[in-house]
């Protein structure tokens, strides 16, 4: 590339002057530039992807464009990291603001799960399933030891096509996914077991995890476990009859009392599908809330819970975020790029084919 001399005060910028100056730098890469969307990140940024999507969406999406040389990911850390292990050797995926991470995420490092691999029972007795919401060194592990990526979609596919290669699993990194897709098909709790990475092994064992057809990992999402039974009753007295669609990373007891539960992808479905008139109390995160109830005027569409329940760290991409990165590219520069080394990528990637296998 030919460095510009393009100014790069970004943070100085108005809002108005900062969504032109984006406008323009778009138009100037042209096709070189994709940048994909989360639905969690705020309209300001959305309005300026090429892609919105879940995080198995777009990394799948970026897959499927070899064109583009660079590929902003409006998201967080493991979402780019998927994207670059997908991605083509010429592409560069950035992320706007390398402090974008994911607490679901950092509740599973790849030490804390060797060691629960190995007290289990390792390769003769357990396979690994790992929630799209990892690490590519969790998703590396997972590939290198026979295991798959799941989504919230397919993760009860993948959970029954684990147990039959072994006699149990270990999922990782969020138990309450794991929990309410195997109770889906007819695990019970009494075959569960929750795995804590601070507490010793054999405190683990002794607890159940010895015996349990399905070892869930001690990891949450910050902002799923944030609704509550409490916050359904309240909906329900102050909204007669609407219809409560949840996350399946909320928890068991939620998902029980919740009229539906889904992916945001199917979230996003199933308001748009429904007809006008409809009410829909939504827990999950507040932008994706907040532009389904924008995007369907003639519906009724609010939060499950008062408390306006925001991804932080997703927040930290903001538009002066997202120009940094492009006033960069237009001058000649790649910053904040996410780069997944070759072997933790070839062992990820099997893990994630092994996923794609069952989309």
Known sequence: MTPTTTETCSIALGTDACDARIVALKKQLGRRLLILGHHYQAEEVIRHADITGDSFK??????????????????????????????????HVILPDLGAGCSMADMANLDQVEVAYAHLGGAEKVLPVTYMNSSAAIKAFTGANGGAVCTSSNAPRLMQWALKQREKLIFLPDQHLGRNTALRFGIGLHEMAIWDPHALPEANLAAGCKTARVVLWKGHCSV??????????????????????????????????????????????????????????????????ARLAKRH???????????????????RIDPRALLASLEALAQGRVVNEIVVDEQTAQNARKALERMLSFA
């Open 224 to 289: 799923h476990a944030k609704f509550l039974p409490s916050h359904i009753a309240e909906v329900r007295a102050k909204h007669p009859g609407i219809h409560v669609l949840v996350h399946p990373e909320c928890s068991m007891e939620v998902v029980d009392l919740a009229d539906s539960s889904g992916s945001t992808e199917r979230i996003i479905e199933m308001v748009a599908a429904a007809p006008s008139g409809s009410a829909f109390a939504i827990g999950t995160e507040i932008n994706l809330v």
């Open 297 to 315: 005027p003639d519906k009724l569409v609010v939060s499950l819970s008062g408390t306006q329940c925001l991804c932080s760290t997703m927040y």
């Open 58 to 91: 777009l990394a799948s999406q970026a897959a499927k464009n070899t064109e583009a040389e660079f590929i902003i990911f409006c998201g967080v850390h493991f979402m780019a990291e998927s994207a670059d292990i997908l991605a083509q050797p010429h592409q």
